[in-house]
């Protein structure tokens, strides 16, 4: 089991708010484009959760959390380049 740093913690939260700030800037909004909105504000509610030390959450979860919206960042950041033409 992997601890969670609080760096990694600023990171995604960093990246989770600056991939979602780029699609929601970036129109036309079809239906992909609005649930990969969805799933980034998803994942930055679960970064936030994950952060805040007051939630009652056991590390074995904590760390699958992370995991989640670490494979979130990876697949949009694929997304991106593909849609970049850097694929």
Not at 4 to 28: D, Q, V, W
Not at 38 to 65: C, H
Request: proline share 3%; net charge negative; glycine share 4%.
């Amino acid at each position: 089991m992997m601890e969670i740093s609080g760096n990694e913690i600023k990171n995604a939260e960093k990246k989770l708010s600056e991939m979602l700030g780029y699609f929601e800037a970036t129109p036309p909004h079809d239906v992909a484009t609005t649930a990969l909105i969805e799933q980034l504000g998803t994942s930055l509610l679960m970064v936030q959760f994950v952060k805040d030390p007051s939630n009652a959450i056991v590390e074995t979860d904590r760390t699958e959390i992370f995991k989640a919206v670490n494979e979130v960042i990876i697949n949009t950041e694929t997304c991106m380049r593909a849609e970049r033409g850097l694929l």
